[in-house]
């Protein structure tokens, strides 16, 4: 969990670069920051908890340290897509900044499919708003980190795990 929450965290800092609305670009670094340390300060718990053997203490301490890294993640995709809903300048020429780009794309087309089809197939109530009962989740880059990844040419491939860990690694 500590590594995959680095690999969000240099998602976040990528994103942040291409993010032309500095509001959303300082929320996405303050997230990023905020998930870093947490990431650190779980990594460093595990490693004690794995010097100092087996204790009550010790795995409650791993599994707070652990939801608060999840927790931290997620808030930092929420921000990613704010980010990416107020729209991303051109990524720069650098491949894992690409990358970012065509996964935010991907999550924002999905985001558009979705509202485009409910809003055909609508149904609302008396007053004109929909029922929540019967309409889907909207889609989230959470589900989209989830699902394996796309083997089309237009999105980059998922990278290898043995080259270590990148701002798009899928193993949330």
Known sequence: IASDGQAVVRFGHVLAKQCPDQRCSSELLRASEHTHTLSSQLGIVARVKAVTGESKTSWELLLSNAQNVVRAVR??????????????????????????????????????????????????????????????????????????????????????????????????
């Open 75 to 172: 808030h930092l995709l929420r921000a990613a897509e704010a980010a990416s809903v107020k729209g991303l300048g051109q990524p720069s020429p650098d491949p894992e900044a690409e990358e970012v780009a065509a996964f935010c794309l991907q999550w924002k087309k999905n985001l558009s499919w979705h509202r485009a089809k409910e809003a055909l197939n609508s149904k609302r109530d008396e007053l004109g708003l929909r029922k929540t009962r019967e309409a889907k989740a909207e889609p989230t880059l959470m589900a989209l980190m989830q699902e394996p990844p796309l083997q089309s040419g237009n999105i980059p491939k998922h990278p290898s795990p043995r080259k270590g860990h990148t701002a798009m690694d899928r193993h949330l």
